[in-house]
Nanobody, 115 residues
Framework: QVQLVESGGGLVQPGGSLRLSCAAS????????MGWYRQAPGKQREMVAT???????NYEDSVKGRFTISRDVAKNTVYLQMNSLKPEDTAVYYC?????????WGQGTQVTVSS
């Protein structure tokens, strides 16, 4: 069974950095499409960053140049490095995995950017 376990969320000051991790089990990440999504209170869930099986990345406009998605196939883990964090980045961040016709979500991890 595929499971995604997220970690790395927390409270950080504006301008700070944070790295989120998504450890997958039951599937090989090399064969999947992966992404990070976020949902702020009162807003719809939105795409933050994605990475294809071929390593092609895509980012939401507001995070370009600040966030970086990467993966470590050996550790079966996907990361989201977040730099220059802003209060508007505050949200619950979710890891997403797509394999064939199936999609999976992590439990979400809270990121709060505040002074």
């Amino acid at each position: 069974q595929v499971q995604l376990v997220e970690s790395g969320g927390g409270l950080v000051q504006p301008g700070g950095s944070l790295r989120l991790s998504c450890a997958a089990s039951g599937i090989i990440l090399r064969n999947t499409f992966m992404g990070w999504y976020r949902q702020a209170p009162g807003k719809q869930r939105e795409m933050v960053a994605t990475i294809t099986r071929g390593g092609i990345t895509n980012y939401e406009d507001s995070v370009k140049g600040r966030f970086t998605i990467s993966r470590d196939v050996a550790k079966n883990t996907v990361y989201l490095q977040m730099n220059s964090l802003k209060p508007e980045d505050t949200a619950v961040y979710y890891c997403n995995l797509v394999w064939g016709a199936s999609g999976y979500w992590g439990q979400g991890t809270q990121v709060t950017v505040s002074s």
